[in-house]
């Protein structure tokens, strides 16, 4: 597996090691289950949500994860300390290597998106390919190398995965939503991985009664979308500027903006409350 681990130490079975001992990710070879979470100021963004999914992953994968939601939280707060890092993403692996069980916790080079892909939009490609097991987050390294070399060679920020008929599910590491005729659409919760920010704008789109609608969106109404956006961990709220060579304003939509400006007060409540929690 690749060594990815950044900043001075990680976690792999409550001990601390030095991230300059890789020798764990050699071992990282069968059935891997991950999930990615936020670091903003010091705490980790959804953290129960995050958690949740990534024991559903286990679950629906035929496994067990022992460790608990308390105690992964407390580690990645202890990380986060040792780190001295407050603003960062964290991934958290369940591993089977050897007949023993690795549970590891470590900080990733994170691809925010830079000011401009907010007020402009980003690039996107329609790329043929889906997850089998879209619900379940396992490492798969080749099919995401296949994606991230089209997308460089497109310059594109993210690929949308289009099936054999024609479908878009979902973003190679995000949620996709469109506008077209005043509601919103997004995939089918069936066909893809249930983001925690994906829920989040879902339940913003019905607090601020915008209509929005979850089924199939083939590549053959991409000319007929108003708008559209990703969702995720690192993400957030982004809208897009083009799909392929479909120019999309999406960045100057009234209602992608509202539903980006309501992700940012949840956020931001969420942060104080953990903060508040944490001092008390």
């Known amino acids: 597996m690749k060594r990815e681990a950044v900043s001075d130490f990680l976690i792999v079975n409550h001990k601390i090691h030095s991230t300059e001992n890789t020798d764990i990710f050699d071992r990282i070879k069968g059935l891997s289950i991950y999930e990615v979470l936020?670091?903003?100021?010091?705490?980790?963004?959804?953290?129960?949500?995050?958690?949740?999914?990534?024991?559903?992953?286990?679950?629906?994968a035929g496994v067990h994860i022992r460790k608990t939601e308390m105690e992964i939280i407390e580690e990645i707060s202890i990380l986060v300390k040792k780190n001295q890092c407050k603003d960062i993403n964290v991934k958290l692996i369940w591993t089977l290597s050897e007949e023993k069980e690795f549970f590891l916790i470590y900080f990733i080079r994170p691809e925010y998106p830079n000011q401009d892909a907010y007020t402009r939009g980003i690039h996107t490609i329609l790329f043929q390919g889906e997850r089998k097991k879209p619900h379940i987050k396992i490492v798969c390294g080749s099919f995401r190398e296949k994606i991230t070399k089209a997308r460089k060679k497109a310059g594109a920020y993210e690929a949308l995965l289009v099936d054999e008929r024609g479908y878009i599910t979902e973003g190679s590491r995000s949620n996709i939503f469109f506008l077209k005729k005043g509601k919103i659409h997004t995939p089918p919760s069936g066909t893809v991985l249930l983001g925690v920010t994906r829920e989040h704008v879902v339940g913003i789109?019905?607090?601020?009664?915008?209509?929005?609608s979850e089924a199939p969106f083939h590549i053959d109404e991409i000319s007929e979308i108003e708008g559209a956006f990703i969702t995720g961990t690192t993400v957030d709220v982004l809208p897009i500027g083009s799909v392929d060579n479909k120019k999309i304003p999406s960045?100057?939509?009234?209602?992608?903006?509202?539903i980006a400006e309501h992700y940012d007060k949840e956020v931001k409540a969420y942060v104080a409350r953990r903060k508040k929690r944490n001092s008390a």
Do not use: W, Y
């Open 205 to 212: 789109c019905n607090t601020l009664k915008m209509e929005i």
């Open 38 to 60: 936020r670091i903003t100021d010091g705490v980790p963004l959804f953290a129960e949500e995050h958690i949740k999914r990534m024991k559903r992953s286990a679950g629906l």
């Open 251 to 258: 960045a100057s939509h009234s209602a992608v903006q509202k």
